[in-house]
């Protein structure tokens, strides 16, 4: 390698004073704050054309080299999975009465908080996301507030679903524990289409 | 009425995704480490230059990323976070090469499945950027993918690879311009 | 020892034929239960000896780790484990009082 820049579509001569190193900062920054220096540029118009190709290619080949390979992917996505479970978060532990003192049982907030997803995924094609139990749920009796967001299939009814959604969460909280649930609250944070996410539209 | 449509979580978005794991659901996990698993992999390759090495590494990566899903702020993209994990974990063991081996240990990436089939113009794009990458002398090509693919700031680079900042700067510029060049005599 | 070891094994055994339960975790980090008599532990050194038994002095300490079937009402499967162990410890006689911890890490 030459320390001199090799004339070609990037030539610095053409790039009215600005170098390349600029140029790709600038894209980095989105062209935000507008440079009208750059903008005005022929010459920069092309190098940042290039450059932008250059970048859309380069994610276009490694989306094409990691085409996934479903069984050598599965054996080492399964080794993850199983390496992970034996210490799935589990919260604090939420107690159910029992007569006898002698005898203590509880439940726990991550068991909770899936039993909170299940409920709520699949109504109208929505999927749960966060979920917290606001409010010590280790003391039997204390009012507790349910938050969840969610992301909602794309052109359905939001209210009628959060609506069905807090239903259906509150029936399975009062079938399965004994917690004083004040209130199930579901905040709508996303749309989803199907397959919409897809590495190509994180870019 | 509301329909019921179940099994959509792997149409769900990476933050609602990113949300269920760090309350500890391990089938969306499951959905993240499909959806990224074989990028995170093409990337540590191309950083490592190893096959076998880059399946440990994206392992590493996850096993991390599981532990530390609660950090990610509300909105962050998950895919960039998750790369910047494998640039570490193969930066770790670059350094860890390093001392053990001499330079000629790195190996040249094995090309992506070419099948005649596949070659269609798009596909001879990516062919030619890839082999234009592996002609790049390595620090360049150690840059310049940290850079564009695991986006990487200067400053990291220069730290992680213990290369003054200048450096840095000039090994990208003359990534930049070589691929640049021979991506438009492409066109 | 191994009377406990058995006494795990035979409540595992029961545990799991409750209504309700569907799987019995190994109680790995028992945490307070065992902490109160290290001694004479038994837990997952067997496959199928899940339930935990810590024995002391004073006190044998049941404890068992269960994934309950959400078709089931948890407190319902709950009170219905602690049942079933309460009354097998009844059966055989005990010196000591039994304290009886019962956990439901999983619903599905």
Same mark, same amino acid.
């Given at each position: 390698?030459? !320390? %001199? +820049?090799?004339? @070609?579509?990037?030539?610095?001569? !053409?790039?009215?004073?600005?170098?390349?190193?600029?140029?790709? !900062?600038?894209?980095?920054?989105?062209? %935000?704050?507008?440079?009208?220096?750059?903008?005005?540029?022929?010459?920069? =118009?092309?190098?940042?054309?290039?450059?932008?190709?250059?970048?859309?290619?380069?994610?276009?080949? +490694?989306?094409? #080299?990691?085409?996934?390979?479903? #069984?050598?992917?599965? /054996?080492?996505? $399964?080794?993850? +999975?199983?390496?992970?479970?034996?210490?799935?978060?589990?919260?604090? !532990?939420?107690?159910?009465?029992?007569?006898?003192?002698?005898?203590?049982?509880?439940?726990?907030?991550?068991?909770?908080?899936?039993?909170?997803?299940?409920?709520?995924?699949?109504?109208?094609?929505?999927?749960?996301?966060?979920?917290?139990?606001?409010?010590? /749920?280790?003391?039997? @009796?204390?009012?507790?507030? /349910?938050?969840? $967001?969610? %992301?909602?299939?794309?052109?359905?009814?939001? =209210?009628?679903?959060?609506?069905l959604m807090r239903a259906r969460i509150l029936d399975d909280l009062r079938l399965h524990t004994e917690l004083n649930i004040l209130s199930v609250n579901v905040m709508i944070q996303d749309i989803h289409t199907r397959h919409s996410a897809t590495t190509k539209d994180v870019q | 009425m509301i329909p019921d449509r179940h099994g959509g979580l792997s149409d769900a978005p990476d933050g609602i995704l990113a949300a269920r794991v760090a309350d500890g659901d391990v089938a969306a996990f499951g959905v993240i480490t499909r959806r990224y698993g074989p990028l995170m992999r093409a990337y540590a390759v191309r950083l490592l230059g190893s096959d076998i090495e880059s399946d440990d590494v994206v392992q590493e990566a996850f096993l991390l990323a599981w532990n530390r899903m609660s950090e990610l702020a509300d909105g962050a993209s998950v895919r960039a976070w998750l790369m910047r994990i494998v640039t570490n974990k193969a930066i770790d063991r670059i350094r860890v090469r390093k001392q053990h081996a001499d330079i000629s240990d790195w190996d040249a990436p094995t090309p992506a499945n070419e099948s005649p089939a596949h070659i269609v113009e798009v596909r001879m794009q990516f062919s030619a950027l890839s082999s234009a990458v592996r002609k790049l002398p390595e620090t360049q090509q150690r840059c310049w993918v940290m850079r564009e693919i695991g986006g990487s700031s200067y400053s990291e680079i220069s730290e992680q690879l213990e290369l003054p900042l200048s450096t840095v700067r000039g090994q990208l510029a003359r990534a930049r311009q070589t691929l640049v060049d021979e991506m438009e005599a492409w066109r | 020892m191994s009377i406990d070891l058995d006494l795990s094994r035979e409540l595992t055994r029961l545990v799991q034929e409750t209504e309700g339960v569907t799987d019995v975790y190994a109680a790995g980090s028992l945490g307070t239960v065992i902490s109160l008599s290290a001694v004479n532990a038994v837990s997952d050194s067997a496959d199928d000896a899940k339930v935990a038994v810590a024995r002391s002095t004073e006190r044998v300490d049941i404890h068992a780790n269960i994934c309950v079937n959400s078709s089931h009402s948890v407190p319902v499967t709950l009170r219905a484990v602690s049942d079933v162990i309460a009354t097998y410890l009844n059966t055989v006689g005990s010196a000591e009082p039994a304290f009886i911890s019962v956990k439901a890490s999983r619903i599905e």
């Open positions: 390698m030459t !320390d %001199s +820049l090799d004339p @070609g579509a990037l030539d610095s001569e !053409d790039l009215d004073g600005h170098s390349i190193d600029e140029l790709s !900062d600038y894209l980095d920054s989105g062209r %935000s704050p507008r440079n009208p220096d750059i903008e005005n540029s022929p010459g920069c =118009q092309i190098a940042l054309a290039a450059l932008t190709r250059l970048r859309a290619t380069t994610w276009a080949m +490694l989306e094409a #080299e990691a085409e996934s390979d479903p #069984e050598r992917d599965n /054996v080492w996505i $399964t080794r993850v +999975l199983d390496n992970i479970k034996r210490e799935a978060r589990a919260g604090r !532990d939420i107690p159910i009465s029992h007569p006898d003192p002698t005898v203590e049982l509880t439940v726990t907030e991550g068991s909770v908080r899936g039993l909170i997803r299940a409920a709520g995924d699949g109504t109208g094609g929505a999927i749960i996301g966060k979920c917290v139990l606001d409010g010590d /749920v280790t003391v039997p @009796g204390e009012p507790i507030e /349910v938050n969840v $967001t969610a %992301s909602v299939a794309w052109g359905e009814n939001l =209210q009628a679903i959060a609506a | - | -």
